[in-house]
Structure formats: C-alpha cells, structure tokens
C-alpha cells in the first residue's frame, strides 16, 4: 500500500516524502498491533529476564576461574543492567503504576533463573545463560517487533531493537563459548538438567508469556533446591600462578622520578591488568548489598565493567609488547581476596571509594596519562586517557552511593582508610605458609621487553626491587 500522492490547492503535486517519518509502510501501519496490557506483560517478562541475567553474571565474576568469562560476565552483566533501565523506564510510561517491577511474572520462569544461579559448574551456567536464556529473550524481542504496532508502540519497538543489537553479540559470543567449554560428555550427564530447563521455559508459557502457560505446580527444582550461597573468594586460571605474589611494588616504581617513563609504561600496563581485582570485588559488593534502588545496581555495574575494560586494556597493553603476561607478571588476587573474605560490603565500598578518590590528585591518572605521554607509546596514551575519564566517573559514584550515606565527605574518606588497614595483607604469613616467595618477577620482564626492541637493559631499572612487605597500593604502612 503506498501513500496516496496528494496535491496542493494550485493543482501542483507535492515531492513524495517517505511516510511515517521512516518508522514503516503505511502496508504495515494500517495492520492492528499487540494491545498494551500485552505489551506491558511482554516487557515485565523481558525486564525480569535482564534482571536476572544481571544478577547471576555479577554474583558468578569472582569464583569463576577463566580470565575471559570473568571480564564476559562483566559485559553482558553491564548490557543487561543498561537495558533492563530501558525497559524499566517504558514499563512507567505505560498506564502502570504501581509498576510491579518486583513481582515474579511465572513462578516456573523463577525455577529457570534460579537453575542457573545455582549451578556447581561454570560449563552447565554457560548452557543456561548462552545456549538457553540469552537465546530465547533474542527470540521473545524479535517476535514483539513482529507483533507490536510500529507507529503506535515504536517507543517500545525503539529498546526492543537496541536490546537486540546487544542480543546479536552476545549470542555470537556465547555460542563460540559453548563450543569450546562444554564436552559432549557433560551435555550427556546433564541432559536433565538441561532439559529442565525447556520444562520452565514451557511451563512459563515461553519466555515472553506468549504460549500457552501451564496453571499446575512449579518444575520440580534440581540445583536451585538448596539457597544459592554467594562465593565471594576470588578464583583465578593457570595464568595467575602466583596470585599470593606483592614482590613488585608497581607504585615505588611508578612515582619514582628517576625511572625513565617507557620502562613504567609496563608497570602501567601491569597495574591496568590487576585491575581485575575490582570486578572480583565489586560483584561482591553489589550481591550482598540489600534494600538500594535499580540506579544504585545500575551504577555500580556500570563501574564494575569499566574496571573489566580497564584489565583487558592492561592485557592490550602487554599483547601490543609481544609480551606473554602470563609468563611474565604475576598478577595477584590478594586485594579482591582480603577484602571478600574480611570486610562487609560498605567497608568494601568504603576502601575502594577512599582509594578512587585518591587517584584524581597529581600522582594519580593525571600523572599516569602524562608518563604515557612521555614515554611516546600512543597506545598507553588512549588506554591512560580513558582509565582517567572513568575514573573521575567512579568517584562520583562513589559520592552518589557511598559518600551520601556517611556523616560527612572526611569521615568517609576516614572510615576508608581505617578499613583498609584493617585487611590483614599479610606478606611474611603467606611466605611462612608456602602460599608465595614473592618472587621479584620484574627483571625478566624487563630484560624480555629490552630484548624484543634490540635495546641494553639499563642496569639501575633492572635491579628494582621493591616488593609491598609492610606496604599498601597507595604506599602507606599495612597493618601487618
Ligand atoms: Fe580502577
Ligand atoms: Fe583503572
Ligand atoms: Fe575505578
């Protein structure tokens, strides 16, 4: 059907304009859509599915072992907190208050999510997350562009098309996931798990509500039977054998004026990669924080995944170096572990907030950003230039959910650092233990990267040795 060509009063005809400011056909316009309470009900269901992604990727970043799905987990935790905002926001937009926004749209699509919150192993949580969940929301948006009146619910079609974009990539990604983590064999042992999970997704009338849903009692419950138990100690894979090491005091190295800049480029990149720290830490603090408001998730998460980024910019770093960091720098967990293991999550909160507010002065990012500069590595240069932007964004993070509940600005900065002495990084107890040596990794990688330019090593670089004993990040006596 095309839109009938019309003229002015003179006789003349008018230039032909595509209609309905781009949205569709008028073929396509004048064909009734879905009314608003199914919409509504649609979009409960995709809301609650992205929350629930949300909250098991974030509650699974620190046990789970493999680097990748640590910072992928990191992602798509933060892609479905930005669109389940979307959503959230067009469900108040639709004759709904109260919004409900809280409520369980099935109890079997409950029994789906919490099967995946709860399983033992990281190759089944991939089957749920990638092979089941993340496919059958992209399956449940493409049907409601479908069904939904173009013109009249294109607000809704507008996030459903946005979210769909994000979908794509992570269905693509978790595919190949999949592939390389699950074994024909546990696909075999776990089959019905596996197809407990169709159960729910059946009994729930499909993701989205739009088949017929079962009134009977809930699936029977295999992994989710017992209370999901949060795991807050970090885990790392073969590529942190040493995860106890603090031989390598990146800071002494880095604010000293002496050492030339290119040589702390590497500590740079070295300080970017232990970076994954804080996503350990952060997901902490975010799944056993209770009572806050959606914005509150929302903006932690959002941290949490530049934290992510700024890791993989570390690793960047050392791959554009043909450096094996693996080998090389021993990037440790002892940070994200004491402070899971020893403190409450506003004393988390507090530690990180007092640390981020101390990188915003001289020696901070801005110091960092101008030694990049210096040391004429353009790729350090981008990655130090964005570290600090983000940066600057997580203090005010830090205002909006830490600060604001505290007396006042000096007192949380106070109570930051108080909690931060308190973490027991005990240097000589985990040499006693066996834990570490602390080995001195940076002359050998010092003396790799010298050889991969052709370049002596300088003598007075090769021989630092400052190790953290007695030492925090921001140089300060520990504790112990
Ligand atoms: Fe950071
Ligand atoms: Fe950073
Ligand atoms: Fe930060």
Redesign the pocket.
């Known amino acids: 059907m095309k839109s009938t060509p019309l003229s002015s009063p003179n006789g003349k005809s008018l230039p032909v304009l595509p209609p309905l400011s781009g949205l569709c056909s008028f073929e396509k316009a004048c064909q009734p859509g879905l009314p608003v309470a199914t919409c509504v009900s649609r979009l409960k269901r995709f809301h609650y599915t992205l929350w629930r992604l949300h909250q098991i990727m974030i509650a699974h970043i620190a046990e789970e072992p493999r680097y990748e799905l640590k910072m992928a987990f990191s992602h798509h935790g933060f892609l479905a907190a930005e669109n389940d905002t979307n959503f959230r926001t067009r469900i108040g937009e639709m004759r709904e208050p109260p919004l409900g926004l809280e409520a369980l749209p099935h109890p079997a699509l409950g029994v789906f999510f919490d099967e995946i919150l709860a399983t033992p192993s990281s190759a089944e949580r991939v089957i749920g997350l990638y092979e089941k969940a993340f496919p059958a929301l992209r399956t449940a948006l493409q049907n409601y562009l479908k069904e939904s009146h173009p013109l009249a619910d294109a607000p809704s079609i507008r996030l459903c098309r946005l979210a769909l974009v994000d979908l794509e990539d992570i269905c693509d990604y978790g595919e190949q996931v999949v592939a390389a983590l699950v074994p024909d064999e546990l696909r075999t042992e776990s089959a019905q798990w596996i197809s407990l999970l169709d159960v729910c997704l059946a009994a729930a009338g499909g993701l989205d509500g739009s088949a017929k849903s079962s009134a009977g009692a809930e699936p029977l419950r295999h992994y989710s039977s017992q209370p999901f138990v949060y795991a807050g100690e970090p885990r790392r894979d073969e590529r942190f054998p040493d995860p106890f090491n603090m031989g390598v005091n990146a800071e002494a190295f880095l604010y000293d004026e002496t050492k030339p800049a290119e040589a702390k480029v590497l500590m740079m990149f070295y300080k970017r990669l232990r970076e994954i720290d804080?996503p350990e830490m952060m997901s902490s603090i975010i799944t056993e924080t209770k009572g806050k408001p959606w914005s509150y998730h929302r903006d932690m998460t959002r941290?949490l995944w530049?934290?992510a980024r700024h890791a993989m910019m570390g690793e960047t770093g050392f791959v554009s170096l043909g450096i094996d960091w693996s080998q090389l720098v021993m990037v440790n967990f002892t940070w994200s572990r004491c402070l899971n293991l020893e403190l409450t999550p506003k004393e988390r909160h507090a530690v990180l907030y007092f640390i981020?507010q101390g990188l915003m002065p001289k020696t901070g990012k801005r110091h960092e950003w101008e030694v990049s500069r210096e040391s004429n590595n353009p790729l350090a240069t981008t990655f130090q230039d964005f570290d600090w932007a983000?940066?600057v964004l997580?203090a005010r993070i830090g205002r909006d959910w830490y600060v604001a509940d505290m007396p006042s600005a000096s007192e949380a900065i106070a109570y930051g650092d108080a909690c931060w002495s308190e973490v027991t990084l005990d240097w000589a107890q985990w040499k006693k233990d066996g834990l570490t040596e602390h080995r001195n990794w940076w002359p050998d990688l010092y003396r790799t990267w010298c050889a991969n330019r052709n370049l002596p090593p300088d003598p007075e670089v090769l021989a630092f040795d400052i190790s953290y004993e007695g030492q925090r990040a921001d140089l300060k006596e520990t504790s112990v």
């Open positions: 804080v941290q530049d934290e981020e983000d940066e997580h």
